[in-house]
């Protein structure tokens, strides 16, 4: 949802006009108001056409983990099932196998604890925030009950995370009342300490939520060593807080590329992981998937049973219709790649990060603040923040099609601002070298800008310096205080500045 803010009229016309539909319609239409009367379809497709021109291109937007690239085949039947209503078990039944398919194969790929006749329980999404906000549901409702059964308060539930989490935990804090519990950050660790997280849990803590992925890193937080340190504290208390596994980033990248890192379901309180099928699931935004460790992790009174689409129909859902292209393009993505070529993927995209990497380092003006280890994204920070900042760079990257994010990091690491890359499928080694030659383009002219404003400045400086003092005589300032005049001149030039959030 976005907040709808009318253009005011001083700085645009209230009425859309498009030079093209005119051969159609010679009218302008509203801009805010339903128009009173029809249009041909084709000034229609030609006046939306001309605006959305001035959209990014999606292929060069590296702020985001989304796919932005599909094969044919899988848009013929993305296309194909448009006017299919998920919902409508009853109707289509085919897709609800393959929803059940594709919930089965990623409780699989994450080592759920099911016998080979057992069926997982899961369910498809809207995409990983629905995911978390259904998972962290289920957490609260169980604690509640054990909470009402033990004659305890149950008013004050929390969740512990660390200050790296996505927004969609904020999200479900405030939206369902929980307490949002975080672990702040510090220079050079930027993902949640667990020994920090499990002296924050208390007897309302109702999971821990570990991130599999981190959004400003791409860092996989140690899930291992948390269960090992929260299974020490449930002995010691006699609680039993569960971890939840937020593997939105990172869930089908760990499986494929390191098979020996232990942070699923394998570990005994992993109770739950969400994982996002429109990022390294390969799959156009709108899919996300949950999957619990077993029935008893999901509460019965959560689960909705309808029965006026056709026969009985068990829902567990935040939103009711949504269409059925994505789950669909899921299971095409499954069976079309297997494993194999999951791993093949997610190598390539490491490889074209490792390029990025390196010609980043080569400039001489990054620190890399990413790891190796992780979702293949990376993420830098300028060594010399003295004259600009790495939302110049952003900003000055626009010029040639990048949308690269600049953003500062959470509390308490929030002085350390940094660019962020996400390296997709479609991001080929190519993009990259172009991507390292813009970089050091935009670099090299705001540099050329900085010694033009410090000539300038100098000499400004200088002169005013042998201007004279108050009695006459010439004062001279020393190259020290020269500098700094001009360091403080420049840094009133880029101020203006602003943060920006990260997605």
């Known amino acids: 949802m976005v907040l709808s803010k009318a253009v005011p009229s ?43 021109m001035l959209d990014g291109n999606p292929r060069l937007n590296l702020a985001s983990f989304v796919t932005t690239w599909m094969e044919p085949e899988c848009d013929k039947l993305i296309m194909a099932a448009l ?62 009950n054990k909470r009402k059964a033990e004659g305890m308060p149950y008013d004050k539930p929390n969740i512990v995370t660390g200050a790296n989490v996505q927004v969609c935990w904020e999200k479900f804090a405030r939206y369902f009342e929980v307490e949002l519990k975080e672990v702040k950050l510090k220079e050079g660790y930027y993902v949640m300490d667990p020994e920090k997280a499990v002296a924050m849990v208390d007897e309302n803590t109702i999971c821990v939520a570990a991130i599999l992925g981190s959004t400003l890193t791409g860092e996989f937080e140690d899930v291992n060593k948390l269960n090992e340190l929260l299974t020490e504290k449930n002995k010691e208390t006699g609680w039993d807080v569960p971890i939840h596994v937020d593997a939105a980033s990172g869930g089908f990248i760990a499986p494929f590329l390191y098979k020996d890192l232990v942070w699923d379901f394998r570990l005994p309180l992993v109770k739950s992981i969400n994982v996002s099928g429109h990022k390294y699931g390969l799959v156009y935004a709108g899919v996300g998937w949950v999957v619990w460790r077993s029935k008893e992790d999901l509460p019965d009174e959560l689960v909705f049973h309808i029965n006026y689409l056709g026969a009985d129909q068990p829902t567990f859902t935040l939103n009711f219709s949504k269409g059925s292209s994505q789950i669909i393009a899921q299971y095409y993505q499954f069976i079309r790649l297997g494993f194999e070529g999951y791993k093949n993927i997610i190598e390539n995209c490491m490889e074209n990060a490792k390029v990025l990497r390196q010609g980043l380092e080569q400039t001489g003006k990054f620190n890399i603040v990413s790891k ?71 670099v090299q002219e705001l540099d050329e800008q900085v010694k033009h404003v410090t000539k300038v400045v100098t000499t400004q400086v200088d002169i005013t310096a042998r201007g004279g003092g108050t009695d006459g005589a010439l004062v001279h300032k020393s190259e020290q205080e020269i500098a700094e005049e001009v360091i403080t001149y420049w840094k009133k030039l880029v101020s203006r500045k602003k943060t920006s959030g990260v997605c």
């Open 10 to 52: 001083s700085s645009h016309d209230a009425s859309l006009d498009c030079t093209f539909a005119s051969r159609y319609v010679r009218a302008p239409l509203p801009r805010f108001k339903l128009p009173e009367e029809s249009i041909p379809k084709e000034a229609a497709y030609q006046v939306i056409n001309d605006e959305l």
């Open 83 to 144: 006017n299919k209503n998920y919902v409508d078990m009853d109707e289509y039944p085919i897709t609800t196998e393959l929803q059940n398919r594709c919930v089965n194969m990623i409780a699989h790929l994450f080592n759920a604890p099911i016998g080979e006749e057992e069926t997982a329980v899961g369910v498809g999404t809207v995409g990983s925030s629905e995911a978390i906000m259904l998972a962290g549901l289920a957490f609260k409702r169980k604690w509640q």
């Open 372 to 442: 190796e280890v992780g979702v293949p994204l990376v993420a830098f920070a300028l060594k010399d923040r003295t004259y600009y900042t790495v939302f110049d760079i952003s900003e000055n990257l626009r010029r040639f099609g990048w949308i690269v994010p600049a953003y500062t990091m959470p509390a308490d690491a929030q002085h350390i601002a940094v660019l962020r890359v996400v390296v997709r499928e479609d991001f080929s080694r190519s993009l990259a070298e172009w991507l390292v030659s813009d970089i050091h383009k935009v």
